[in-house]
C-alpha cells in the first residue's frame, strides 16, 4: 500500500520549488548579458531536456508513446515554457523590474477564476480566496507600493506579464491528467516538445554560432537549465498532483521573499520593515492556501 505524501514534505518541496524559480531570475540576469532571450530559452529547455533524459535512464523510466501524450505534453510545453517565458521576456522589456515581479505572482488569481470555468475537482474556498489575497498583497509590500504607480503605463508589456501569468495558471489546471506519467516522465516530455520548438526558432533568428558567451553567462546558462528547470519541473508536476494547481501556483508569493533574501545574503542589503511583513503575508497566505480543509462532523 502507498503511503499519502506527508505535508510537511510538500511543504518543504513548494518552499524549494520557490528558491529554485527565484534563483532563476538571478541566472536569467547574468546570461542574458551574453545570450539573448530567444536563444537563452532554446538553450534553458534543450539543456534541461538533455538532464531528464538522463535521470529518466538512469531511473528505468520511458517516455509515452502514443500520438495523445505527445499532443497533451506540447500543450503543456507551450503554456508552461514556450509560451509563458517568450510572452515574459517580451514583456519585461518595456515594464519595470518591480511591477513585472507583481504582474506575475497573479497565477494564483488566474488559477481561482480559471477553477470557476472549467470542471475542477476542487474549487477554492473563502480560506484559500484570503489566503490569495494576503499572498498578493505580501508581493507587494516586498516589492514596495511604489511600482504600482506604474500601472497604466505601457499597457502592452504589462498586459504580456499578466498573459504569462495566465498561461502559468493554465499549465497548472492542464498539468492535472498527467498523473498517470509521473512527474519526471511529464517533465522530460514537455521540455522535448519545446525543444523541438525553440532550437530551430533561436538558429533562424539569433545566429547564435555568431556569439562569444562569458564564462559567467555559461555557468549561468548551465545552472538556469539544470537547477531552476529541469529539478524544478520534476517537483513542479509532483506538487500539482498531491497539492493541486492552486498550491503549486501559490509558491510565485515566496519567490518574491527569495529575492529579498538573495539580496541580503549575496549583496548585503537590510531587511525592511515593510519587506518583512511582506513575506510574513506571503508565508501565511500559502499557507492558509494549501492547509488541509477541515473534515466536517457528520451527523446520525
Known sequence: MIRPPHPATEYALLGLLALLWGTSYLFIRLAVVSFPPLTLIAIRVSIAAVFLLAVLRWRGLALPRDPTSWRQLGIQAFMNSIGAWTILAWGQQFVGAGLASVLNSTSPVFVILFSQWIASPSRP????????????????????????????????????????????????HYGRRFAHLGATV??????????VVLVPL???????????PS????????????FSTALALIIYFRLI?????LGT????YLRAGVGV????????????????????????GVVLINAPKADRPRHV
Open 249 to 252: 501556483a501559490s509558491q510565485s
Open 125 to 172: 474556498g473563502a480560506r484559500q480566496l484570503f489566503g490569495a489575497t494576503l499572498g498578493m498583497a505580501g508581493v507587494i509590500l516586498i516589492v514596495g507600493r511604489g511600482v504600482l504607480a506604474g500601472l497604466g503605463q505601457q499597457v502592452v508589456g504589462q498586459l504580456a506579464c499578466l498573459a504569462g501569468a495566465a498561461l502559468y495558471a493554465g499549465a497548472a
Open 186 to 195: 511529464t517533465a522530460t516530455g514537455t521540455m522535448i516538445c519545446a525543444t
Open 241 to 245: 498532483r498531491t497539492i493541486g494547481p
Open 215 to 226: 564564462a559567467e553567462a555559461t555557468i549561468a546558462a548551465l545552472l538556469l537549465a539544470i
Open 202 to 212: 533561436a538558429l533562424a533568428l539569433d545566429r547564435p554560432w555568431q556569439m562569444v
Open 261 to 284: 533574501a538573495l539580496g541580503i545574503l549575496i549583496l548585503g542589503e537590510s531587511l525592511s520593515i515593510p519587506s518583512f511583513l511582506g513575506i510574513a503575508a506571503a508565508i501565511l
